[in-house]
């Protein structure tokens, strides 16, 4: 490699880095904030809950990396273009495909992380979170609140007046079952207690209230009782013996196997599976190609903004399609491959087209409609007669 070949790779790869930084930060902010919460009124200790966050993070790496390889990248460029640096290279003769090579050892790196993730890491550290989530809300169960609307198991708010820690019983029962989201349940009991079933999975043992419930069709019904046990689908136990993962706990081999020795409607749901997590990997290598010639379309007058602005918009053109691709598989209107391939090949064909038309000197349309509208937009915005010209 070069000096300038180094230097692209240096530049485009800080600027992925930092991208991806924010990205994945901003991105975790939401379930961080609920994690905290755990902390704040449950009493969860600081340890567990960053051992979570840490395996929450190579999920959210891989949802971002496409973006943050996209944007790193055009806004690389961007301060190239701004400091006049591309104008120099091809000045001195550097073709596209010359400025290509660097960047697409960089976005190859990218690519082949992205796919180690989700065929390996993602899997397995999904599944530990799930393990170390079911211990913490068993232990959080025991501190129940009084007088305290909590949600410590997902689908079920469960609200005390009274407790017995030492007994582990409650009074004043209130909940709302909406695990079944077409059937919610409301119960209401005098008193309750925690126990343990024989499958180590928790349930509360409810004494002299009623059990009110909605059905999908408009009728209601009320049954009152005596004793009522309910389950509440976590384990007091550590270990998840008898549990069977769930798809996105699989990894590779596993999902294969399932895919040749499940049932239809189970193998169907695993080459889904399969199917999409080649999506990302595919995503971050044809975002990150696209990201060149895309770049080399802008100039110093349309300022830095431009790379966040196309970044934005590409991103939001291939969501959609993936979207609309994975909802036709999901449906059964396209095989699960079609579903996932023909976005990706959309986009590698644009990729292409976009590619060899910036090396022939054939600027995109688009993009130059875009860089004299934000080249523009200052002076126009300034002007005496617009709204911020007459402010000032």
């Known amino acids: 490699m070069n000096r300038l070949s180094r230097y692209l790779f240096v530049e485009c790869a800080l600027s992925l880095l930092a991208a991806l930084l924010i990205l994945t930060f901003l991105a975790m902010l939401p379930r961080v904030l609920q994690l905290v919460d755990l902390w704040v009124n449950k009493g969860v200790s600081i340890g567990v809950l960053g051992h979570m966050t840490l395996l929450l993070i190579p999920q959210f790496i891989v949802a971002a990396l496409p973006m943050a390889v996209l944007t790193g990248i055009l806004l690389a460029l961007g301060r190239l273009s701004q ?29 082949l992380g992205a796919l180690f993730f989700e065929t390996i890491w993602v899997p397995h550290a999904f599944h530990q979170f799930h393990q170390l989530r079911l211990a913490v809300l068993s ?38 079952d909406q695990r079944q989201a077409d059937a919610p ?24 209230g009623s059990r009110h419930e909605r ?42 196997k399932m895919i040749q020795t499940g049932g239809e409607e189970v193998a169907y749901l695993a080459r889904l599976e399969w199917h999409r997590r080649w999506a ?43 979207s609309l691709g994975e909802a036709m598989a999901k449906k059964g209107l396209v095989p699960p491959l079609a579903g996932y391939a023909l976005p990706t090949l959309i986009m590698a064909g644009f990729t ?35 709204a911020i010209g007459r402010k000032s």
Request: proline residues 4%; contains cysteine; aromatic residues 8%.
């Open 83 to 111: 400091d006049s640096e591309m104008v120099i290279m091809k000045a001195c003769g550097i073709s596209l495909y010359q400025m290509l090579r660097p960047i697409s050892l960089l976005v190859g790196f990218c690519a």
């Open 280 to 322: 990302f990997p595919m995503a971050t290598l044809i975002l990150g190609v696209l990201a060149l010639p895309l770049g080399l379309q802008q100039s110093h007058r349309s300022g830095r903004s431009y790379g966040l602005v196309v970044a934005i918009l590409t991103l939001i053109v291939h969501i959609f399609l993936l």
């Open 215 to 256: 059905k999908s069709d408009g009728r209601y019904r009320q049954l009152k009782f005596a004793t009522y046990d309910l389950e509440m689908g976590v384990s007091f136990g550590l270990g998840d013996e008898g549990r069977e993962k769930g798809l996105e706990e699989l990894n590779g081999a596993d999902l294969e």
């Open 352 to 386: 292409l087209y976009i590619l060899i038309n910036t090396a022939r000197g054939r600027p995109f349309k688009l993009a130059v409609i875009l860089v004299h509208t934000m080249a523009s937009l200052p002076l126009k915005l300034l002007r005496p007669g617009s």
């Open 139 to 176: 232990s959080t169960t025991l501190t129940l609140k009084p007088q305290t609307f909590s949600h410590v198991v997902p689908g079920l708010t469960i609200y005390i007046d009274t407790q017995n820690q030492a007994a582990r019983t409650m009074g004043g029962i209130l909940i709302y």
């Open 185 to 208: 349940v409301t119960l209401i009991a005098s008193s309750g207690r925690l126990h343990t079933l024989d499958n180590g999975n928790a349930a509360l043992f409810l004494t002299d």
